[in-house]
């Protein structure tokens, strides 16, 4: 791989679940360095090599690569319990974690949050989020409020009466409760204290030593806390633009930004989604694509390709080259759609509304496009692809503006392929 850039930020576009872990993972084999800067354990990749798949949700993909430096980021929220839970799977498979950093001023989430996140969630009947219930959201808000704890607050001399006093207002717990909530927590800060570090620092001198640095978002950008489609979103920034302050380096850091594409549209959970369609097409290509949540296993809506949310994304997300990912999914359709325009009242619209409302009632305006209809799981590179399916490339960086790196066609390393230098202009 040619390193003309020394970082590169790997984020999702649409809403989440667009296989950013499987391309991270590629790149992760060239990477010295891999750093996770947003979101919880809510955010599960699946990544498949060597005919078998490994899960992971808070831990950054490049674990699979053993000469590979994994950071959790300042910008994450950390369920101490189920990290230590995912590092013994993980050892369990052979992987060695030896190699995972956690930055002292990320903030924990505790029982607290968890209870705190389903009575929300319960509370808003018709109107739920369809949150994961992991305590994200209370994490984050408490972040914000400043009532928040981070790993480095374990050194603090009076870390364990101030977090007692926290821990009995808000869950009305015994004091013989807490002592063995807490003797389970501290039990599990033990497994990482030794790992725990200056993400910045660490990450700074990485890129001073001319290291190539991956940074993985989660979730997509439609679901970024102020640019997505509020309030169905997550409790924090996915964009490329947290890339720099989730982890403690500078925004002239960060170099270059690829934006992971699905190649149709999957959305979890409810809020606005204009191409989402519910006939038998769906159902073929939620089968075809395994669309299920990999922590909910919860039925991922289907929808075509939405090409104006798409270009908001680039715009909002940063992003400066597409990576087409489930390309392959599409193999059976005779007919695609692409949609290229939204209209609101009769009105034609060029961007997403902000409004959810709004966002429900527009009709999106479609192209139709011939399907290949050929098995396209083997190919090596763009000139084995089917007419039509160069033609659908083609067509989606015509009407966005922005230019493909390269696409895959199945959950293996192998199938992915990249259409020119990886970190070329």
């Given at each position: 791989?040619?390193?003309?850039?020394?970082?590169?930020?790997?984020?999702g576009?649409?809403?989440?679940?667009?296989?950013?872990?499987?391309?991270?993972?590629?790149?992760?084999?060239?990477?010295?360095?891999v750093?996770?800067?947003?979101?919880?354990?809510?955010?599960?990749?699946?990544?498949?090599?060597n005919?078998?798949?490994?899960?992971?949700?808070?831990?950054?993909?490049?674990?699979?690569?053993?000469?590979?430096?994994?950071?959790?980021g300042?910008?994450?929220?950390?369920?101490?319990?189920?990290?230590?839970?995912?590092?013994?799977?993980?050892?369990?498979?052979?992987?060695?974690?030896?190699?995972?950093?956690?930055?002292?001023?990320?903030?924990?989430?505790?029982?607290?949050?968890?209870?705190?996140?389903?009575?929300?969630?319960?509370?808003?009947?018709?109107?739920?989020?369809?949150?994961?219930?992991?305590?994200?959201?209370?994490a984050?808000?408490?972040?914000?409020?400043?009532?928040?704890?981070r790993?480095?607050d374990?050194?603090q001399?009076?870390?364990?009466?101030?977090?007692e006093?926290?821990?009995?207002?808000?869950?009305?717990?015994?004091?013989?409760?807490?002592?063995?909530?807490?003797?389970?927590?501290?039990?599990?800060f033990?497994?990482v204290?030794?790992?725990?570090?200056?993400?910045?620092?660490?990450?700074?001198?990485a890129?001073?030593?001319?290291?190539f640095?991956?940074?993985?978002?989660?979730?997509?950008?439609?679901?970024?806390?102020?640019h997505?489609?509020?309030?169905?979103v997550?409790?924090?920034?996915?964009?490329?633009?947290?890339?720099?302050?989730?982890?403690?380096?500078?925004?002239?850091?960060?170099?270059?930004?690829?934006?992971?594409?699905?190649?149709?549209?999957?959305?979890?959970?409810?809020?606005?989604?204009?191409?989402?369609?519910?006939?038998?097409?769906?159902?073929?290509?939620?089968?075809?694509?395994?669309?299920?949540?990999?922590?909910?296993?919860?039925p991922?809506?289907?929808?075509?390709?939405?090409?104006?949310?798409?270009?908001?994304?680039?715009r909002?997300?940063?992003?400066?080259?597409?990576?087409?990912?489930?390309?392959?999914?599409?193999?059976?359709?005779?007919?695609?759609?692409?949609?290229?325009?939204?209209e609101?009242?009769?009105?034609?619209?060029?961007?997403?509304p902000?409004?959810?409302?709004?966002?429900?009632?527009v009709?999106?305006?479609y192209?139709?496009?011939?399907?290949?209809e050929?098995?396209?799981?083997n190919?090596?590179?763009?000139?084995?692809?089917?007419?039509?399916?160069q033609?659908?490339?083609?067509?989606?960086?015509?009407?966005?503006?922005?230019?493909?790196?390269?696409?895959?066609?199945?959950?293996?390393?192998?199938?992915?392929?990249m259409?020119?230098g990886?970190?070329?202009?």
């Amino acid at each position: 791989m040619n390193k003309k850039y020394k970082s590169l930020v790997v984020v999702g576009s649409q809403w989440g679940d667009e296989g950013k872990g499987k391309i991270t993972d590629y790149f992760a084999q060239d990477a010295d360095m891999v750093v996770r800067y947003a979101g919880g354990d809510n955010a599960g990749h699946m990544i498949e090599f060597n005919g078998k798949r490994h899960k992971v949700t808070l831990v950054p993909s490049g674990i699979f690569s053993p000469h590979v430096k994994n950071v959790i980021g300042n910008g994450t929220v950390i369920n101490l319990h189920n990290l230590v839970v995912e590092l013994k799977k993980l050892q369990s498979e052979g992987i060695d974690t030896k190699n995972l950093f956690l930055s002292d001023r990320a903030h924990l989430i505790f029982d607290y949050h968890l209870k705190t996140d389903a009575e929300q969630e319960e509370a808003r009947k018709e109107n739920r989020l369809g949150t994961t219930k992991k305590g994200i959201g209370p994490a984050y808000a408490d972040k914000i409020a400043r009532f928040g704890f981070r790993l480095a607050d374990f050194r603090q001399p009076n870390f364990k009466e101030t977090f007692e006093q926290m821990w009995l207002d808000r869950t009305g717990g015994t004091k013989t409760e807490f002592e063995a909530y807490y003797k389970d927590l501290m039990a599990d800060f033990q497994v990482v204290a030794s790992q725990i570090i200056d993400s910045g620092e660490m990450i700074e001198e990485a890129l001073m030593d001319d290291k190539f640095v991956l940074f993985e978002g989660a979730q997509g950008v439609l679901l970024d806390i102020d640019h997505g489609t509020y309030p169905f979103v997550t409790s924090s920034n996915t964009t490329a633009n947290n890339a720099s302050t989730g982890s403690g380096i500078h925004r002239k850091q960060v170099e270059k930004v690829v934006g992971v594409v699905k190649a149709y549209n999957t959305r979890v959970g409810t809020g606005g989604m204009p191409t989402e369609i519910f006939d038998e097409t769906a159902d073929r290509i939620r089968e075809r694509g395994h669309e299920y949540g990999s922590n909910t296993k919860r039925p991922r809506r289907i929808g075509w390709l939405d090409l104006v949310a798409l270009k908001y994304a680039l715009r909002t997300g940063g992003i400066d080259e597409m990576f087409l990912t489930l390309f392959d999914v599409l193999d059976k359709e005779k007919t695609i759609k692409l949609a290229v325009g939204y209209e609101l009242d009769g009105k034609t619209i060029k961007s997403l509304p902000a409004n959810d409302a709004e966002l429900r009632r527009v009709k999106p305006v479609y192209i139709e496009m011939p399907g290949w209809e050929t098995d396209i799981t083997n190919v090596k590179s763009f000139a084995e692809l089917p007419q039509n399916a160069q033609n659908y490339m083609k067509k989606i960086e015509e009407i966005t503006g922005t230019k493909f790196l390269g696409f895959s066609v199945g959950p293996d390393r192998k199938q992915t392929i990249m259409l020119k230098g990886a970190f070329d202009d």
